[in-house]
């Protein structure tokens, strides 16, 4: 599209309250921003700002829809240093939307592109517990998506603390011989950032300060039940899995 058609788009959504219309809008720019050079354009035309004043729309298709399209925007980093003041926003409607619904997995992928570096971590801490909540309670497709923010999260040792105080009582049953591949995979390269962490982290780390049902507790403190799920696991027959394991278990 050129500049002059991304320009109509951008006025028609400021200008519309029909939600048909602003998804339709929305849709368009988002496959549109696809492009790189049309990353650059909607930045230019001030649409960042208008697709991010979506966000607080009352109908979930228009939100989710707008979601899709900063994500795609996203991929820019310039972009990125404009949409980052919308992450408190994409943390709350992940929160507030229907477990596993097309709407929060549409902000947790935008999540996860904003969480490739380490730039805006400490604008998602407040939503550390809704994450492992997710990581609980979702689908195996809500569980792939939010592990790849706690991926990116645990990655970054200013996080680890907030990590590893919050209560995840059911998170070993991630760890089970069983379980999806990639579930399995990002939840052992979860646990392997944290544990490097906390070692490189030497005696700082005080147990008394964590509760029963921290993730501290169940992964990195002589955990037995976390050990014997490990010893498992190193029959998986992926390789990948067991690098994974035999990278806890050595650090």
């Keep these: 599209m050129d500049v002059d058609a991304l320009q109509k788009l951008i006025h028609l959504l400021q ?29 230019n035309l001030d649409g960042l700002s208008v697709i991010g004043g979506m966000l607080s729309d009352c109908v979930p298709k228009v939100k989710e829809k707008a979601l899709n399209a900063l994500n795609n925007l996203s991929m820019n980093i310039k972009n990125q240093e404009e949409i980052q003041v919308y992450i408190p926003q994409v943390c709350r409607n992940v929160e507030s939307a229907p477990l596993n619904s097309d709407l929060q997995l549409a902000g947790l992928r935008l999540l996860t592109n904003m969480s490739v570096t380490s730039d805006y971590h400490h604008k998602m801490i407040n939503a550390i517990p809704c994450f492992l909540h997710l990581l609980s309670e979702g689908t195996e497709r809500t569980q792939i998506q939010v592990l790849k923010v706690l991926v990116n999260l645990s ?45 490189d982290e030497d005696c700082t780390m005080i147990q008394e300060q964590y509760h029963e049902d921290s993730v501290f507790l169940t992964l990195c403190r002589d955990s037995t039940p976390f050990a014997q799920k490990l010893a498992s696991l190193l029959h998986h027959p992926d390789t990948e899995v067991k690098e994974q394991v035999v990278r806890i278990l050595t650090q």
Excluded: W, Y
Aim: contains cysteine.
């Design 155 to 199: 990655a970054n040792p200013a996080m680890t603390r907030h990590l590893l105080s919050a209560q995840v009582p059911s998170l070993l049953l991630l760890f089970d011989n069983c379980r999806n591949r990639d579930i399995l995979l990002r939840a052992l390269t979860f646990a392997g950032n944290l544990k490097k962490n906390v070692n």
């Design 15 to 43: 200008a519309t309250d029909d939600p048909l219309i602003q998804e339709q809008a929305l849709i368009t720019l988002s496959n549109s921003a696809a492009f790189s050079v049309n990353q650059d354009i909607i930045r």
